[in-house]
């Protein structure tokens, strides 16, 4: 097996901005996984490009989701041997786990012991190790992203947090820096958008005007589970509704689209205020915690 | 250094490792890595090594303090990998003892085991590289050097700077702090021998001398100054194991020379009593400094006697400072530094000290016309 170079890590601003934040409002040093996927970009083939330029490794590790646990030593013990029992399972089949995160504040931007072992054991775990197709062949890559977050040492900085990207290197045992690229929305990065591939969360669903109308049992138990899968991303849309968006209702298309569209605005919104009132719950927690954290150091120092 | 701003836990186990460890250890500075409190639970740790120091930041997290610390190494250490287990894989439960895998936040011995550990393996670790390197001289250097006690050593290697490597020897198995009657010292007095090679990847048909340099404990110093003492030369085709015993020899002389300057220094400021009066204030371990209390006539001043460590072949000096004039920032005024005045090394103590005094006489009178001076200018302005 040969080692697989990152040319780079691609990660989205507001994925990026949403780690520092969850970071940055944690009570104390944190870690968590980061999720993705790792494409082989086609390389360029001018003639006037240096020769050096086609040895340059294609992958490029997206970085598309992460999750961050909010306290350190989440998934491995003190001498950073990971537990892979802790490690949630993958959401979505297109995702994987591509490496973790850490981040403390006050400290050297330097991986530090342990944050070494937790990568090296990481990395060794069979059941992470993901494929990766190429034109050519398909290659075998590990869980070897780490991305380390730290406030700066000195107060006089302007900027308040900083953080630097590695790949791990399984075979010498080392970390190389990669550069992140940042993409955001807007003409500057739309190249970024011709490999995009839509997929969708919601399954096959029969809609025709027969299945809907249809009273078998197996048909009304279809058309619930259905239902669910709808509920998911859209609140208070039937799924009898779906049957205008094909076949001769098709006319009023747009309205239904629209409708649809409506449906899953409100859903989010929902879905927000329900983060909204359980971060609230959450930080009354982690501040009822922190007391009684606060005693059981003071009895310590005590004895 | 204050342990104010730690929690509990880490200021006792911070304590017990300044307080314990074989080598002076400092904290260069301490933050917080809470969001609420400004508990500190991080600093940079000032290790001693191989006559340098190396710097390592310890992270604690005061939110967890069950989580044992962990250690960030210098930028120049990053293949430093201790604790690493080749085959560890995921949910590896065999039974690595290890300061870290035995953690206990109520110990407080357990911050000093740690450092200790790492220490010793950075210690290993600077072995086996120093050894890999492709050098027959060295290698050479090494073989013979090895069986010394306490030798440390350290590869260092930078983009601009050329590679060298660097020893640390331990000198002379001798007990300093023995030796010294009513012994100051906490951490036993050490010289050791720093010798740097430049690395010579080719043959060279003449290595270069190394670069030679005595080095001792701070606190040596009122005792004995390595930088006193010359250095025996490097001859050409030389090894260190040609050079050290010679060296030792030398430097085991001068050492029990200077005990024994101490009773030397002694009988001196003891000659002065009969003459100045008895000291109001003597450094009576070293008998390096002395002050005594003198009047002629109405005017009264103090004598600082500062005596080196090469007494009596270097004469003291002397300083005079006022009991009744002061300057205008209200501090005593002083005579500079006196130093050349008559003086033998071969005169009787007595004869030192009548001397002396016959010449603090003549210089009270000058020194008083100088009190005056200053005092005058001073209502002048």
Same mark, same amino acid.
């Given at each position: 097996?040969?080692?697989?170079?990152?040319?780079?890590?691609?990660?989205?601003?507001?994925?990026?901005?949403?780690?520092?934040?969850?970071?940055?409002?944690?009570?104390?040093?944190?870690?968590?996984?980061?999720?993705?996927?790792?494409?082989?970009?086609?390389?360029?083939?001018?003639?006037?490009?240096?020769?050096?330029?086609?040895?340059?490794?294609?992958?490029?590790?997206?970085?598309?989701?992460?999750?961050?646990?909010?306290?350190?030593?989440?998934?491995?013990?003190?001498?950073?041997?990971?537990?892979?029992?802790?490690?949630?399972?993958?959401?979505?089949?297109?995702?994987?786990?591509?490496?973790?995160?850490?981040?403390?504040?006050?400290?050297?931007?330097?991986?530090?012991?342990?944050?070494?072992?937790?990568?090296?054991?990481?990395?060794?775990?069979?059941?992470?190790?993901?494929?990766?197709?190429?034109?050519?062949?398909?290659?075998?890559?590990?869980?070897?992203?780490?991305?380390?977050?730290?406030?700066?040492?000195?107060?006089?900085?302007?900027?308040?947090?900083?953080?630097?990207?590695?790949?791990?290197?399984?075979?010498?045992?080392?970390?190389?820096?990669?550069?992140?690229?940042?993409?955001?929305?807007?003409?500057?990065?739309?190249?970024?958008?011709?490999?995009?591939?839509?997929?969708?969360?919601?399954?096959?669903?029969?809609?025709?005007?027969?299945?809907?109308?249809?009273?078998?049992?197996?048909?009304?138990?279809?058309?619930?589970?259905?239902?669910?899968?709808?509920?998911?991303?859209?609140?208070?849309?039937?799924?009898?509704?779906?049957?205008?968006?094909?076949?001769?209702?098709?006319?009023?298309?747009?309205?239904?689209?629209?409708?649809?569209?409506?449906?899953?605005?409100?859903?989010?919104?929902?879905?927000?205020?329900?983060?909204?009132?359980?971060?609230?719950?959450?930080?009354?927690?982690?501040?009822?915690?922190?007391?009684?954290?606060?005693?059981?150091?003071?009895?310590?120092?005590?004895? | 250094?204050?342990?104010?701003?730690?929690?509990?836990?880490?200021?006792?186990?911070?304590?017990?490792?300044?307080? !314990?460890?074989?080598?002076?250890? $400092? =904290?260069?500075?301490?933050?917080?890595?809470?969001?609420?409190?400004?508990?500190?639970?991080?600093?940079?740790?000032?290790?001693?090594?191989?006559?340098?120091?190396?710097?390592?930041?310890?992270?604690?997290?005061?939110?967890?303090?069950?989580?044992?610390?962990?250690?960030?190494?210098?930028? @120049?250490?990053?293949?430093?990998?201790?604790?690493?287990?080749?085959?560890?894989?995921?949910?590896?439960? $065999?039974?690595?003892?290890?300061?870290?895998?035995?953690?206990?936040?109520?110990?407080?011995?357990?911050?000093?085991?740690?450092?200790?550990?790492?220490?010793?393996?950075?210690?290993?670790?600077?072995?086996?590289?120093?050894?890999?390197?492709?050098?027959?001289?060295?290698?050479?250097?090494?073989?013979?050097?090895?069986?010394?006690?306490?030798?440390?050593?350290?590869?260092?290697?930078?983009?601009?700077?050329?590679?060298?490597?660097?020893?640390? =020897?331990?000198?002379?198995?001798?007990?300093?702090?023995?030796?010294?009657?009513?012994?100051?010292?906490? !951490?036993?007095?050490?010289?050791? +021998?720093?010798?740097?090679?430049?690395?010579?990847?080719?043959?060279?048909?003449?290595?270069?001398?190394?670069?030679?340099?005595?080095?001792?404990?701070?606190?040596?110093?009122?005792?004995?100054?390595?930088?006193?003492?010359?250095?025996?030369?490097?001859?050409?085709?030389?090894?260190?194991? @040609?050079?050290?015993?010679?060296?030792?020899?030398?430097?085991?002389?001068?050492?029990?020379?200077?005990?024994? +300057?101490? @009773?030397? $220094?002694?009988?001196?400021?003891?000659?002065?009593?009969?003459?100045?009066?008895?000291?109001?204030?003597?450094?009576? =371990?070293?008998?390096?400094?002395?002050?005594?209390?003198?009047?002629?006539?109405?005017?009264?001043?103090?004598?600082?006697?500062?005596?080196?460590?090469?007494?009596?072949?270097?004469?003291?000096?002397?300083?005079?400072?006022?009991?009744?004039?002061?300057?205008?920032?209200?501090?005593?005024?002083?005579?500079?530094? +006196?130093?050349?005045?008559?003086?033998?090394?071969?005169?009787?103590?007595?004869?030192?000290?009548?001397?002396?005094?016959?010449?603090? =006489?003549? @210089?009270?009178?000058?020194?008083?016309?100088?009190?005056?001076?200053?005092?005058?200018?001073?209502?002048?302005?």
């Amino acid at each position: 097996m040969e080692d697989l170079q990152l040319q780079k890590i691609a990660i989205s601003g507001p994925t990026l901005a949403s780690m520092i934040q969850r970071f940055s409002s944690s009570l104390g040093d944190v870690d968590g996984f980061i999720f993705g996927h790792v494409t082989h970009i086609t390389p360029s083939t001018l003639s006037d490009d240096s020769a050096s330029a086609s040895t340059d490794s294609h992958l490029v590790a997206t970085i598309t989701g992460f999750i961050c646990s909010g306290v350190p030593l989440s998934f491995y013990d003190s001498l950073g041997r990971v537990d892979s029992l802790k490690i949630p399972p993958l959401q979505h089949h297109h995702q994987q786990l591509l490496g973790w995160l850490s981040g403390r504040r006050h400290s050297p931007l330097r991986p530090s012991l342990r944050e070494f072992s937790v990568t090296d054991s990481l990395s060794k775990i069979p059941q992470f190790h993901f494929p990766v197709k190429t034109q050519t062949r398909t290659l075998t890559l590990m869980p070897c992203v780490f991305i380390l977050f730290t406030t700066p040492l000195a107060d006089q900085l302007i900027h308040t947090h900083q953080y630097r990207a590695y790949q791990f290197n399984t075979f010498n045992r080392s970390f190389h820096p990669k550069t992140i690229d940042v993409i955001n929305i807007g003409p500057a990065f739309r190249g970024h958008y011709g490999s995009f591939a839509p997929n969708c969360a919601l399954p096959f669903m029969n809609c025709s005007s027969a299945a809907m109308e249809e009273e078998s049992l197996s048909a009304k138990k279809e058309k619930v589970s259905d239902q669910e899968q709808l509920d998911l991303c859209a609140e208070g849309f039937q799924v009898e509704s779906l049957k205008r968006l094909v076949g001769p209702d098709a006319a009023s298309y747009t309205a239904g689209l629209e409708d649809l569209y409506e449906k899953m605005l409100a859903k989010v919104e929902s879905l927000a205020r329900l983060v909204e009132s359980s971060s609230a719950q959450v930080l009354e927690l982690e501040n009822n915690n922190r007391k009684l954290r606060y005693k059981v150091a003071r009895s310590t120092g005590l004895e | 250094m204050t342990y104010d701003g730690f929690p509990p836990f880490i200021s006792a186990q911070l304590h017990y490792l300044i307080n !314990h460890f074989a080598h002076p250890v $400092r =904290v260069e500075q301490a933050w917080s890595g809470s969001k609420y409190s400004n508990t500190l639970d991080r600093f940079t740790l000032l290790i001693p090594y191989c006559l340098d120091t190396i710097k390592w930041d310890v992270i604690y997290n005061a939110e967890f303090p069950h989580a044992p610390p962990d250690i960030i190494f210098g930028p @120049e250490d990053e293949d430093f990998h201790p604790f690493y287990n080749e085959s560890g894989g995921e949910g590896d439960s $065999r039974s690595i003892k290890n300061s870290l895998a035995t953690w206990n936040n109520k110990d407080p011995t357990r911050l000093l085991a740690l450092i200790w550990e790492l220490r010793d393996q950075y210690m290993s670790y600077q072995r086996k590289r120093v050894g890999e390197v492709d050098d027959d001289r060295l290698k050479f250097e090494i073989c013979t050097m090895l069986s010394r006690e306490g030798i440390e050593m350290h590869m260092s290697s930078g983009v601009e700077k050329p590679e060298e490597v660097k020893f640390a =020897v331990p000198l002379m198995d001798m007990n300093i702090n023995k030796m010294v009657v009513g012994c100051p010292w906490r !951490h036993p007095q050490k010289i050791s +021998l720093q010798v740097i090679y430049p690395v010579n990847r080719k043959y060279v048909s003449a290595p270069s001398a190394p670069h030679l340099k005595l080095m001792s404990t701070p606190a040596l110093k009122s005792l004995f100054s390595v930088d006193d003492v010359k250095l025996p030369p490097w001859l050409d085709g030389m090894c260190m194991a @040609e050079y050290l015993p010679h060296l030792e020899e030398t430097l085991e002389r001068q050492v029990s020379e200077a005990v024994s +300057l101490i @009773e030397v $220094r002694r009988r001196f400021i003891e000659a002065l009593a009969p003459l100045f009066g008895r000291p109001i204030e003597t450094d009576s =371990v070293f008998y390096r400094k002395s002050m005594f209390f003198v009047a002629s006539g109405a005017f009264s001043f103090l004598v600082l006697f500062f005596l080196s460590t090469q007494f009596p072949k270097q004469q003291p000096s002397l300083m005079l400072q006022s009991s009744m004039y002061f300057n205008s920032q209200g501090m005593p005024i002083k005579s500079p530094l +006196l130093t050349d005045y008559p003086w033998s090394p071969r005169w009787e103590h007595s004869q030192m000290a009548e001397r002396t005094f016959e010449f603090l =006489v003549d @210089e009270s009178v000058n020194f008083k016309k100088y009190c005056n001076e200053a005092q005058l200018q001073q209502n002048q302005h």
